[in-house]
């Protein structure tokens, strides 16, 4: 399989170069040339495997002869053994038409696991091989993260040899529960940095670094973020798993997507290239809306960051739309680089008729407000005995409001265990969900982090003086 990026300009990789490199040398992001289409037997014949095996089924043809199929499975064997649910991502009725697809079981309880405890050893096979195409041997990780990515990121690859890990959050952003769970790893190769400003801003930084050639020339920069192709692949999984079990192929099933970079819900947009059967995409935002003003009228322009009771999704610029705008646009790079250097410019752009049709054809969004994220955290309790995260409400909110045809099913991804925002589910249900055993002791941990100014410079000096040089 060759990987292109979004804006035409860039090498063309095979997945073990797309997974190092993380974000093209042009700025865009990488996708697979075309898409693998499976066909309706070949998806009945996934039904009924275990995960881990269901897992490297769907990722081999993205793979293609980076890994042999056996080795694939060997590592989504280890990733998906770390799981303390043994279905991975169980499936929940919550009534007649609404589901739950619980994604976080893994070790820092977000769905950012099932993709990153993968993506850790992907990093470690990769880099242990003998320099194939003059590839990197060591990586410098740059990331930013609103609250999940980094501890799922940080628990990936901590001690890792040939990797460090530099995470860039939102000071003061992120629930205590997400910053400790980052900020009291200890590792030597774990560098966690408070910035003040917001998401976009830590983001920025990192798309900026990646395209900094004073750095570049020294460190071999690679990601985590969902700007990685290998964060998105290991995410279309799931999206298989639960339509399996709702009858695919030979039924429909929609899903809704709490949704904040587009990296989840483009997971299932792949899906539906592959050919699993996809009544409908549900973007489910909050009042940090971009994304639902710019599927529903074709205006992409990005406000200040609002901070809510679903920090994550605080996201106002967000990186996987690119991809979808490339893919639904007619895959023209030369044109996307354009619109999307008008974007950066002016934190504005429309939509094309092209890519607003093309989107309109699977996707749907809606937004959920405080109140109505609220009232989806009370409804999940008191109707199905629940206790949902702030950021799966405001995704059951959206699917219960989307007016999907009552004999399709519709599930909601869990995108986070209630517990990692005690505060906000017990001021809607009177419940304080309590941490798993496994994460128990996290507030006696000792927390390690440096605090910087929102300045590129002084985050990229504190990178390059702590970061190992190329090998
Ligand atoms: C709990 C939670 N829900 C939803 C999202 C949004 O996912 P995405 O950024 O892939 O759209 C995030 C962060 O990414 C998250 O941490
Ligand atoms: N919500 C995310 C933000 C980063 O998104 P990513 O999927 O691109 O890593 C977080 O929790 O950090």
């Avoid at 898409?35 to 996934?46: C, G, N, Q, Y």
């Avoid at 009725?93 to 405890?117: I, R, S």
């Avoid at 997400?178 to 009291?184: D, G, N």
Wanted: charged fraction near 20%; include cysteine.
């Amino acid at each position: 399989m060759e990987y292109i990026s979004t804006r035409g300009n860039a090498p063309v990789l095979d997945f073990e170069g797309a997974t190092l490199a993380g974000l093209a040398s042009d700025g865009g992001l990488y996708v697979p040339r075309e898409w693998p289409r499976f066909s309706k037997d070949e998806i009945a014949a996934l039904a009924g495997l275990p995960y881990a095996e269901l897992a490297a089924k769907v990722m081999a043809p993205f793979v293609g002869e980076s890994l042999s199929y056996e080795r694939l499975l060997e590592l989504t064997t280890a990733a998906y053994g770390r799981f303390s649910h043994a279905a991975v991502t169980p499936l929940k009725q919550l009534d007649e038409q609404q589901w739950l697809l619980e994604l976080f079981h893994g070790p820092t309880l977000a769905f950012k696991d099932v993709a990153l405890q993968l993506l850790g050893l992907l990093f470690e096979e990769f880099l242990g091989r003998e320099s194939k195409n003059g590839g990197p041997q060591n990586l410098t990780i740059v990331g930013a993260t609103s609250g999940d990515t980094g501890s799922a990121a940080i628990d990936a690859v901590a001690g890792r040899a040939k990797v460090d890990i530099f995470m860039l959050h939102p000071k003061g952003r992120v629930s205590d529960v997400q910053r400790r769970q980052m900020t009291t790893v200890l590792a030597p190769n774990v560098y966690n940095i408070a910035i003040e400003g917001s998401f976009d801003d830590a983001q920025a930084m990192v798309k900026r670094i990646f395209n900094d050639k004073a750095v570049t020339d020294r460190f071999n920069i690679g990601a985590v973020n969902s700007i990685n192709w290998a964060r998105l692949m290991a995410q279309v999984v799931y999206y298989f798993a639960a339509a399996l079990q709702l009858g695919a192929p030979h039924r429909e099933v929609a899903f809704s997507v709490p949704t904040g970079n587009f990296g989840d819900v483009f997971a299932g947009y792949v899906a539906a290239q592959m050919g699993l059967p996809i009544a409908r995409l549900i973007v489910a935002t909050n009042v940090n809306d971009i994304l639902h003003r710019a599927l529903s009228t074709g205006d992409y322009s990005a406000g200040t960051v609002t901070p809510t009771a679903a920090p994550s999704m605080d996201i106002q610029v967000s990186s996987n739309f690119e991809r979808l705008l490339f893919d639904v646009g007619g895959r023209d790079g030369v044109a996307l680089a354009e619109q999307m250097a008008g974007f950066e410019a002016n934190k504005a752009m429309t939509l094309t008729n092209a890519q607003r049709e093309g989107a309109a054809a699977l996707f749907v969004s809606a937004r959920a407000d405080a109140d109505e994220m609220a009232q989806a955290i009370r409804w999940g309790w008191e109707a199905a005995g629940e206790l949902l995260d702030p950021h799966t409400a405001i995704g059951i909110h959206a699917a219960r409001n989307a007016g999907i045809d009552a004999s399709t099913p519709v599930v909601t991804l869990a995108t986070a265990h209630p517990a990692k925002f005690p505060d906000a589910v017990e001021r809607s249900t009177g419940h304080r969900p309590g941490l798993p055993e496994r994460v128990g002791d996290l507030f006696e941990r000792e927390e390690r982090y440096a605090e910087l100014p929102g300045d590129y410079d002084a985050v990229c000096a504190y990178v390059t003086q702590r970061a190992t040089a190329k090998a």
